[in-house]
């Protein structure tokens, strides 16, 4: 009887790595192929590049161009850097028994006015709506025998978050920003429609501005990632 039993628990361990193996697997490479960043990525590198001045108002395409400070622009909250964007991720490591894992606690995307420049032409990129990834260049970290910096604790502050737990010990945590700096490449896929600059109040050489906003599935994407700026 006992000879029985164990092939009987072999048999169902076999079954059972049979079966949750590949779920798991199928699991982690559907979340991987719709998580923001791929979506994003796709969706630019499948879309018809357009030189700006070739767009015809109404059209769907791709522009890509340098980032130009021609409106309001931003300083990114933890590099101080001043952008026209930036994304700010704060993830806070927490224990599980013997292992742990990344919580993000803290995520933040502002925009400001997002003109871009290929050369000839110029495109305003709508604030609203947009489905974006900017790469994250800078990042920090606190935690055991590491103090969050001044600004580290006061963009925590901000958002009702402390880098010390009720003990006052410190919580391991990262943080990671990207930006868009001033002639930085970037990639923007929507619907184009011809304005000019005096209506969207920003400064360039000239006064024809397109602008750039959501299709008619109503998506705008973005991103300053080098796989998706290439324009052959």
Not at 61 to 67: D, L, T
Not at 118 to 130: M, R
Not at 133 to 157: C, M, W
Not at 200 to 221: F, H, M, Q
Request: net charge positive; hydrophobic share 40%; glycine share 10%.
């Amino acid at each position: 009887m006992l000879p029985f039993l164990i092939v009987l628990r072999s048999d169902v361990g076999l079954i059972v790595a049979v079966i949750v193996i590949p779920l798991v697997i199928a699991g982690l490479v559907l979340a991987w192929y719709f998580s923001k960043k791929q979506v994003v990525k796709r969706a630019l590198r499948n879309a018809p590049h357009r030189r700006i001045n070739e767009f015809v108002t109404g059209e769907n395409g791709k522009v890509v161009g340098k980032v130009i400070f021609a409106g309001e622009t931003l300083q990114a909250p933890l590099s101080k850097r001043k952008c026209a964007a930036y994304h700010v991720v704060v993830q806070e490591y927490r224990q599980h028994g013997k292992s742990g894992s990344w919580h993000t606690i803290i995520e933040e995307e502002k925009r400001g006015d997002l003109v871009l420049h290929d050369g000839i032409g110029y495109a305003f990129i709508e604030p609203h709506n947009i489905q974006s990834f900017l790469v994250q260049d800078a990042s920090f970290s606190s935690g055991t025998f590491n103090d969050a910096s001044h600004e580290l604790e006061g963009y925590l502050a901000q958002h009702g978050r402390k880098s010390t737990g009720l003990l006052g010990f410190n919580k391991s945590i990262r943080y990671r920003e990207g930006v868009l700096e001033e002639n930085e490449i970037v990639a923007a896929v929507g619907c184009g429609t011809w304005s000019t600059a005096r209506q969207k109040n920003v400064r360039i050489s000239g006064d024809r501005l397109l602008v750039i906003g959501v299709n008619e599935k109503g998506k705008l994407y973005l991103s300053d990632d080098p796989d998706v700026v290439k324009t052959e």
